[in-house]
């Protein structure tokens, strides 16, 4: 039998390795960790692949001394930049199951028992929204990828609904959509037809039809909103905007990767009113829904049309995939894929809703408090009131440079993980919340260090 497939002493000593690397790294207070060269690493490091191995002793050290420290722990409270991720500890243990059972969710053959959790998974979700029983999707693995999809989709439903194509395909969506969905445009060969935002920075159902309108919408086949927009945390007019998707035949997509998880709280839930009209939405597990890296769920109104949008046809796979059968590998772009939405199942099954609805009430008050703590400081000035989990604020005096030593300074003081973005063309500081253990007292060290 060759080695590397053979369970024996040695292999049981690294699986308790693993497996107390492991316990350590869920159970005790984490670093936030640091940014650090390829120089710098490629020296610490030093020759990691070789004919004859290092072994795994070595391997497991480079990691835990090298390579790790130069990870950002995302899950930390003190991390608050881009949007990070707070797994629960039942979703980042089962993760490790699902990673040791080889398991493939591509098509119901051989995936049946985890194509079923995750679709228990994604009827949630859906009822989140108030989508229909009959909806359905898959997960995929981030924004950018059900974003895409969905777009090909709804490019799909619009040929068949017409006699032959435009001279060019397009889809509307505001400038403050996230960059995922231009860079689906270019994968497409569309164009994007951009619609002016409100002072929130919102696509709004009015400012749509305005620029539908006046560009003419020949070859418009869906409009893009965010339930919740990643740099602001902003929730787009979604009833005004169906609306108009209604009046004109096109095709809704929510992308509510990271807000979307807001549909859970009582106290933001009016802000979505409209998404249950939408034909596609997203929303990220791997951010504000407590399961680990990489998981989007992509939920369509009518899964049928996503089926024909992107079923593949390979003789090996016609036992496979031509079936009743709930394939996933039918509803993206994707063949093969990891059961990445069986983590978050667990987590939902262990727990609850009841507690995500909780910890996601936790996250919104701290928000409200951290705006709170901004107004308190004279130096500091809120830019908008939070809709979501998102903070933008201003530090009076300074420029781009000092933002930029700002969050360098923070995070080599081990204070907490920043990152300035831009508002309008200014540069501004922003926090994102999605952890439950984030809090006021974090917050007060972060704005401390900008006084």
């Known amino acids: 039998m060759h080695r590397m497939h053979t369970y024996d002493d040695e292999t049981e000593e690294l699986a308790r390795a693993i497996v107390a690397y492991a316990r350590n790294r869920i159970a005790s207070p984490q670093p936030l960790d640091r940014v650090a060269s390829a120089d710098e690493l490629a020296r610490r490091a030093g020759r990691t692949i070789a004919p004859d191995g290092i072994g795994w002793e070595e391997a497991l050290r480079v990691w835990a001394e090298v390579l790790a420290p130069a990870t950002i722990s995302t899950d930390h409270p003190a991390s608050v930049a881009f949007v990070p991720a707070a797994p629960t500890k039942a979703s980042v243990l089962f993760d490790l199951i699902v990673g040791a059972s080889s398991t493939i969710a591509t098509g119901w053959i051989d995936g049946a028992g985890a194509i079923w959790a995750e679709n228990e998974a994604l009827r949630w979700v859906a009822g989140l929204a108030g989508f229909p029983g009959e909806a359905g999707g898959v997960f995929v693995s981030g924004g950018s990828a059900g974003n895409l999809s ?30 995922s969905v231009a860079a689906a445009a270019r994968v497409m060969d569309v164009d994007v037809l951009q619609v002016p935002h409100d002072e929130r920075g919102r696509l709004t ?15 418009t086949f869906a409009v893009v909103a965010s339930a919740g927009a990643t740099n602001a945390g902003t929730v787009d007019d979604l009833a005004g905007v169906a609306d108009v998707c209604a009046e004109r035949g096109l095709w809704l997509h929510v992308d509510g990767a990271y807000g979307g998880a807001g549909l859970l709280a009582p106290s933001v839930r009016r802000l979505f009113d409209g998404i249950e009209r939408a034909d596609s939405f997203i929303v990220d597990p791997h951010k504000w829904l407590f399961a680990p890296y990489d998981a989007c769920a992509l939920l369509y109104r009518e899964p049928s049309v996503a089926l024909r949008a992107h079923r593949q046809v390979a003789s090996y796979l016609d036992t496979a995939l031509a079936t009743p059968d709930w394939n996933p590998a039918d509803y993206a772009f994707h063949l093969t894929r990891r059961a990445r939405g069986l983590p978050l199942w667990f987590s939902l099954a262990t727990y609850g809703t009841d507690a995500y609805r909780d910890a996601i009430e936790s996250v919104l008050a701290l928000t409200r408090a951290a705006a709170d703590e901004i107004r308190r400081h004279p130096e500091l000035e809120l830019i908008l009131e939070p809709d979501l989990s998102v903070l933008l604020f201003r530090r009076a005096g300074w420029s781009s440079d000092d933002y930029e030593r700002w969050w360098r300074r923070v995070l080599d003081a081990q204070v907490a993980f920043v990152q300035p973005t831009s508002w309008e063309g200014e540069r501004v500081a922003r926090l994102c919340f999605v952890n439950p253990n984030t809090t006021i007292e974090h917050v007060r060290a972060i704005l401390g260090t900008m006084a």
């Open 150 to 179: 969905a777009l090909v989709t709804a490019r799909h439903a619009a040929s068949e609904r017409r006699d032959g194509r435009p001279d060019r395909w397009r889809f509307a969506a505001s400038d403050t959509v996230h960059s």
């Open 205 to 219: 159902g009015d400012a749509l039809r305005d620029s539908l309108d006046a560009a003419g919408d020949d070859g």
